[in-house]
Nanobody, 121 residues
Framework: QVQLVESGGGLVQAGGSLRLSCAAS????????MGWYRRAPGKGRELVAT???????NYQDSVKGRFTISRDNAKNTMYLQMNSLKPEDTAVYYC???????????????WGQGTQVTVSA
C-alpha cells in the first residue's frame, strides 16, 4: 500500500510563511511527477505547482514568485515553501504523485488527505 502524507499546514497572518511537506511511504518503487493542488471554500480544485523527478517546475500564475516547490528524491518527499501568503491562498492543500509500486507494471496517480492552510487578513 502507498500513502501520501501532508504536513505543515496551519494558521498564519497575511505576509507570513508556511512550508508544506508531502512524504510518500509504503511500497513505492519510483515516483515521476509530483504536484500540489488546493481547494478553496466554495471553489473547485486547482493546480498550484508541479515538479518532475528531474526538478523541472511549473507554477500557477498567482503563486509565481511567492511559492517554491522542491523535492528530495532520496526521501520520496516533496515540499512547498509558501511566502508572502495572502488571504486568497486559504484552502486545503493536497499533494499528488504519479508513482509505481514495487509490484505494479504501470504508474498511477495518488493523492494525500490534505492539509488546511488559513491566512488571516
Amino acid at each position: 500500500q502507498v500513502q501520501l502524507v501532508e504536513s505543515g499546514g496551519g494558521l498564519v497572518q497575511a505576509g507570513g510563511s508556511l512550508r508544506l511537506s508531502c512524504a510518500a511511504s509504503g511500497s513505492t518503487s519510483r515516483i515521476n511527477a509530483m504536484g500540489w493542488y488546493r481547494r478553496a471554500p466554495g471553489k473547485g480544485r486547482e493546480l498550484v505547482a508541479t515538479i518532475t523527478n528531474g526538478g523541472n517546475t511549473n507554477y500557477q500564475d498567482s503563486v509565481k514568485g511567492r511559492f517554491t516547490i522542491s523535492r528530495d528524491n532520496a526521501k520520496n518527499t516533496m515540499y512547498l515553501q509558501m511566502n508572502s501568503l495572502k488571504p486568497e491562498d486559504t484552502a486545503v492543500y493536497y499533494c499528488n504523485a504519479n508513482l509505481r509500486r514495487f509490484y505494479d507494471s504501470a504508474f498511477s496517480y495518488y493523492w494525500g488527505q490534505g492539509t488546511q492552510v488559513t491566512v488571516s487578513a
